[in-house]
């Protein structure tokens, strides 16, 4: 099993490729997805699934390529579906460029499996309506998006945010995994779960 993060887009947003020894799952391919295709082409590895754990246009630039490259479905949370018919999911925010137009399809909260491995799906909402976590077990990980950063959080002020929710999201349901699980952002470096309990000053005193 491996982990690989791509920078990739305008405001270089982390994709991560969780891979195991044939298939693999790519998360939020925020730009061009080109080495994320040159990877797996090297590993020959098959992409099963393309997991947006939310849709806001810097997540989601590379979606309709890497679809198209691979054939793998295109997942989000249901309640982030409307951001598809907004700037904040459509792009050209910023002066920023329009998210090509894809096809994506809903993921509920609860047990799944991608690329051979066991998932375990959270509701996190608090940056937007409908983020998810997605938490792999097995590899001692969970791709969390913009919910919490190393040493931060992620921004509210975006149509759907609420800070009250993002802190219940990460108190009841990251905070409450195994301190050793790696917290893999959108941004910036990753972090673990026992490193935010003890020195987010967002959840001092937690």
């Known amino acids: 099993m491996e982990i690989k993060s791509f920078a990739l887009g305008p405001l270089q947003t982390n994709c991560f490729v969780l891979a195991g020894d044939a298939q693999a799952v790519a998360v939020d391919p925020g730009g061009d997805p080109a080495p994320v295709l040159a990877y797996l082409k090297g590993k020959g590895l098959t992409l099963t699934h393309i997991l947006n754990t939310h849709l806001h246009f810097d997540h989601t630039y590379g979606n309709k390529a890497l679809a198209e490259a691979t054939g793998a479905p ?11 018919e907004t700037e904040l999911g459509l ?57 919490i950063f190393f040493r931060s959080i992620g921004r509210t002020d975006f149509e759907g945010g609420d800070l009250d929710e993002l802190k219940r999201s990460v108190t ?22 026992g490193d935010e309990m003890n020195h ?3 959840f001092a005193g937690f």
């Open 74 to 84: 295109i997942l989000h949370g249901v309640d982030d579906a409307y951001l598809l």
């Open 91 to 147: 792009g050209r925010m910023f002066g920023l460029p329009p998210v090509d137009p894809y096809e994506a399809q809903t993921v509920e909260p609860g047990q799944a499996v991608f690329a051979g491995f066991d998932c375990t799906v959270l509701a996190t909402p608090g940056h937007s309506k409908g983020s998810l976590t997605f938490y792999f077990p097995e590899a001692r990980a969970a791709f969390v998006g913009d919910l």
């Open 172 to 193: 009841s349901r990251i905070f409450t995994l195994p301190p050793e699980t790696l917290l893999l952002s959108g941004h910036g470096p990753e972090t673990t779960v």
């Open 200 to 202: 987010n000053p967002f």
